[in-house]
């Protein structure tokens, strides 16, 4: 039987083809609810002020930045939303004196227009992002060499072969309105799947690529990037992939409140909870990874009450 279509964009998947059910049993969860979605590689932090929750973000780069050597390089993927962090981040190698030569650091995503990745000259450029609020501020007999920084280019194989031979301690994330994690968005309806979405084990088959953007995405974006300026927001993108976040010994998202509504967190977080990966909502097929961690902003996760 086929999926109802998407009320967003017919031609794609997406969250609104889910069965009602489901979708009414996360807008009911409350706060205790989403703690209780906590199980073995599942847990549930809620943080509770902005300060707590972007220097907890912070600290995870210098965890994963203490553990590597020259013989054992060790390394972080990182977002470009949440943002808040990476001063924070600059600022606690530099007040530590930490040294972070051996370690790495991969950037999940970049736009791409006309086939190719856009320059750190381009407005929205997430390396530009990287290096302004983070790289850049670390003192340069501290910081990585440029060979350790990896952001994905329109060829991703070098990108991918990156992970290999580094451990990726962790692979930070926010979550889009779309439900996903950098910019794996769900599907076009396509054939073979145009009644149905694609099996997780064909999603999860996927590594770094470029990727046409769902229209919830462009919209989003928009709104956080562009000031509503939707023209400037590039329709591709290349992004890290489901096999290189299985590389990664834990997988942890940031929820803010700003790229998501209250609805759309604890959808996600229901899913992951009772283990329901569903390729319509792509930060579901987390489900299957082994360690997974979802931070709440306390305010930001609100209420879902529908009101007259």
Known sequence: MARPLSRIAPAWWDFTTLDRELMNDAAALTVEGLQSLSRDGFRVVIHDTLPEFYLAEAMEYIHAWKQSTEDNPVGICGPIGPVDQLPLVAMLVNEMDLSIRSAHFWGMDEWVIDGQVVGEDH???????????????????LVMPKANIHFPNADPSDYSASY???????????????????????????????????????YLKLGARMVDLH????????????????????????????????????????????????FGMRLTALMIGKRVPDTSVPMSLLALHPNVEFHFYREAIGECRYEN
Not at 123 to 141: E, Y
Request: glycine residues 6%; negative net charge.
């Open 123 to 141: 407005p929205l450029s997430f390396a530009a992002t990287d290096m302004n609020l983070c790289f850049n501020r670390i003192r340069p007999d």
């Open 164 to 202: 290999e031979g580094v451990r990726c301690a962790v692979m930070q994330g926010g979550q889009g309105e779309v439900k996903h994690w950098a910019f794996n968005d769900p599907p076009k309806r396509e054939a073979p799947y145009t009644d149905n979405p694609p099996p997780p084990e064909e």
């Open 215 to 262: 229209p919830l995405t462009l919209v989003q974006n928009a709104r956080t990037a562009a000031n509503g300026d939707i023209a400037i927001v590039p329709y591709q993108a290349m992004s890290v992939g489901p096999r290189e976040t299985w590389k990664a010994e834990k997988v942890s998202i940031w929820h803010p409140g700003i790229h998501d509504s209250p």
